[in-house]
């Protein structure tokens, strides 16, 4: 069983609203990640974090925002939704481990948004 | 173009069945391949890890690295239908961290009893 936790599960949002995505882990993992993924496409890298304090825009554009306070904790906060952020998000964690030679990502299990 | 490419299927097979999985991609520093299984409504969870050129096998779980034709493969024996989920195949260079791996697009698939 995964021990990387989001909430909610599900979520519908009308336009506009501001939200938060949360995610936490009890392993103890330095290195967090959040990840976007919508049917029949591949995941894309939206925010990561080394640890405490750090935190880095991915690969993918995206209008959210991160915060890393705790080393278990890992938010994701959107100011102003809107309908394009329609979306699964993913929340990951992995050791670090120097170059990251073997370090596998341990994934939660999602937030389904739906902005109306 | 993407830089890993995997046909998203679907999928669907007879219990029993041998699956192949695959996945192309175009960058040569590749090094670290991934395979994901992600059941429906869960998160991805890994599956099998595999460094350079070769062959692993995990169980009933077989994945094959072909460096020389940027090619890897997910095989499946004795399918059964706890097998049906969507698969991703993922991979990354050497040095690396995580945030560098990059995904194809997960092969949904059903194993029919």
């Known amino acids: 069983e995964a021990d990387i936790y989001q909430t909610p599960r599900y979520l519908v949002i009308g336009t506009g609203k501001k939200i938060t995505l949360e995610c936490s882990q009890t392993m103890g993992h330095d290195k967090m990640y959040w990840y976007q993924q919508d049917p029949g496409m591949e995941l894309h890298l939206i925010h990561y974090s080394y640890g405490v304090n750090s935190t880095e825009k991915g690969d993918l554009s995206s209008e959210s925002t991160v915060s890393r306070i705790r080393t278990e904790h890992f938010p994701l906060t959107l100011e102003s939704a809107r309908p394009s952020h329609t979306s699964q998000y993913l929340c990951?964690?992995?050791?670090?481990?120097?170059?990251?030679?073997?370090?596998?990502?341990?994934f939660g299990n999602g937030t389904r948004l739906t902005v109306t | 173009q993407k830089e890993v490419e995997q046909d998203p299927g679907p999928l669907s097979v007879p219990e029993g069945a041998i699956v192949s999985l695959n996945c192309t991609y175009s960058n040569s520093a590749f090094q670290y391949f991934m395979w994901y299984r992600q059941y429906s409504r869960k998160g991805p969870e890994l599956l099998m890890y595999t460094y350079s050129s070769g062959n692993k096998e995990d169980g009933r779980f077989t994945a094959q690295v072909d460096k020389s034709s940027k090619y890897i493969s997910l095989f499946i024996r004795d399918s059964q239908p706890s097998d049906s989920a969507t698969y991703l195949c993922a991979m990354r260079a050497a040095g690396q961290g995580a945030q560098k791996l990059v995904f194809g697009q997960g092969t949904r698939l059903t194993i029919n009893p």
């Open positions: 990951a964690s992995s050791e670090y481990s120097g170059t990251g030679n073997n370090s596998p990502l341990h």
